[in-house]
């Protein structure tokens, strides 16, 4: 199996594809033209890209399978021409999540105590401990996340050790499992800005998200509140919280922003350059060797398993529309070996067909949610019979009309 990586990537990555047997063409500096020329050149089964960009043209008449984005979302890489050709899209989800998290409380922090401004203002020989000692500080505050996957999840724990309050807005989370990780729920997004000191957003870019935090949002901000984005720009209505900013109403820290340089080194003259209410850093969120390392082992990881079934972990192109999938069933079940294949081998008991599956791993890696959707309503004796194992925590089943 051929594999190009036509962007940065680790050591530990690249010996890890060579370990597996596969022909790894590492070539960083690849885009645009000279991509797609390589792409029809080598003719590799396999590509592994970051934030390179992977357009429609590239993919005319190549022998890919599988496209690989070495992070979290795939907003670089046009999914829809793959699907139409047939070609597996897959990431690597969750991987940068501490990195992203310790980042989005740097933030928290540095806007906070205004700590960027401390040392301009001392490196141009200036000592202003009279401006800058005035801090709200965090303990007893609340912090508001927008989005509980697993950057959301590992930004409780820090919230806590802080002395923090935290409440989160969701589309899946119920309240029974916000009560099992100790935080708020709140009923909307606005609601969520009502109520925090500190908003910090933790949402993958989607058709329902895109532009989702607006006017509505700022407006129902508190005053004096921070505001934090490491997610995506496109989440927000950057007008509007420029509205925000200039009007003396919120602070920002901001990882990602409208108009920020695509390259690793470029001018910036945008309007957030001179804002002395942002703070904004360079798109670093996952820019750590921890994070970096992590990812790689997952890419490895899902080009062992398409090498050797044809199919790919983490896939984000399965399509659901069509699906003949009638219920779904829930189970909350603690984090041990051998609780799914016990749900699985339930369910195939029964002959019931399982259409999706998605199991979601809760703060503290101790608890975790499985939704699987399947083909009709697993009796109330397939039901019991999850529910006996010592692991499983509760069983319930949702028809998909409700």
Not at 220 to 231: K, L
């Amino acid at each position: 199996m051929k594999v190009l990586v036509a962007d940065k990537f680790e050591d530990v990555g690249l010996e890890g594809l060579k370990a597996l047997g596969a022909d790894v063409a590492f070539e960083p500096d690849l885009k645009d033209d000279t991509l797609a020329a390589k792409i029809k050149e080598l003719k590799p089964q396999v590509l592994v890209v970051r934030s390179t960009k992977v357009t429609e043209p590239m993919l005319e008449g190549s022998s890919l399978g599988l496209i690989i984005r070495a992070g979290a979302g795939v907003n670089t890489i046009d999914v829809a021409a793959a699907s139409n050709r047939g070609i597996y899209v897959a990431n690597c989800p969750g991987k940068n999540a501490l990195a992203v998290a310790e980042l989005a409380f740097g933030l928290i922090l540095a806007v906070d105590r205004h700590i960027p401004d401390n040392v301009i203002q001392l490196r141009e020989g200036k000592w202003n401990k009279k401006a800058f000692s005035k801090a709200k500080g965090l303990y007893g505050r609340t912090l508001g996340l927008v989005g509980m996957g697993k950057i959301g999840q590992e930004m409780i724990p820090r919230a806590k050790a802080f002395g923090m309050n935290v409440v989160a807005v969701s589309r899946w989370m119920t309240p029974e499992v916000a009560a099992l990780l100790g935080i708020g729920r709140a009923a909307s997004m606005t609601e969520l800005a009502a109520h925090s000191d500190i908003v910090s957003v933790h949402v993958a870019l989607t058709p329902e998200t895109r532009g989702s935090i607006g006017a509505d949002f700022f407006d129902a901000m508190r005053q004096g509140a921070y505001f934090i984005n490491t997610s995506r720009a496109e989440v927000v209505d950057q007008k509007a919280m420029e509205a925000a900013l200039n009007s003396g109403k919120i602070f920002a820290g901001l990882d990602v922003f409208e108009g920020e340089p695509a390259g690793g080194e470029a001018a910036y003259d945008g309007p957030l350059r001179d804002n002395p209410r942002v703070y904004c850093t360079h798109h670093i969120g996952a820019s750590t060797d921890q994070a970096q390392d992590a990812i790689a082992r997952e890419t490895v990881r899902i080009v062992k398993e398409y090498k050797s079934t044809g199919l790919a972990p983490n896939v984000v192109n399965v399509a659901t529309k069509g699906s003949s999938a009638t219920h779904l069933l829930v189970v909350r079940h603690l984090d041990r070996v051998g609780v799914l294949a016990h749900v699985l081998g339930s369910l195939k008991d029964e002959h019931v067909n399982v259409q999706e599956m998605e199991n979601i791993l809760l703060g503290g890696s101790n608890a975790a949610i499985a939704q699987i959707s399947v083909d009709r309503e697993p009796s109330p004796t397939a039901v019991q019979k999850i529910k006996m194992n010592d692991h499983v925590l509760d069983c319930s089943v949702i028809a998909m009309s409700e």
